[in-house]
């Protein structure tokens, strides 16, 4: 499991591991039932405070992304497609969002969007 710390972007330390980690275990990196770092060797790992990694594994206990076994670790949770595709969804808003912001600078119309993404699809 790879985490990458700026210190410089303003976003809080707990939230780009948090971030990190469900992307991992989003796009499938992280399978399911893959046990993780304990809080303390990934705190050690990054050079970071213990409270914050925790703070960042509580977080992704509370969205169902991993669960803790009392003494043995926390691990990766089973996927729930619903919140997978839910988070996929938000992801394709936001991105659509921007396109229309683009396009709008650029005079385009919902017919040229709505032709660029049957040539995208052709394509595929």
Partial sequence: MLIFINNKNG???YDQIYSQIKAQIINGTLEEDAPLPSI????????ISVITTKRAYEELERNGLIY??????????VKNTELLR???LRQIEAHLDEVMKLS???????????SMLD???EEE
């Avoid at 709008?104 to 709505?114: E, H, R, S």
């Fill in 11 to 13: 976003v809080p330390i």
């Fill in 40 to 47: 303390r060797n990934l705190a050690k790992d990054l050079h």
């Fill in 68 to 77: 803790t076994a009392p003494g043995k670790g926390s691990f990766v949770a």
């Fill in 86 to 88: 839910e988070e996929n």
């Fill in 104 to 114: 709008a600078f650029c005079n385009l119309t919902k017919k040229d969007i709505i």
């Fill in 119 to 121: 040539i995208l699809f």
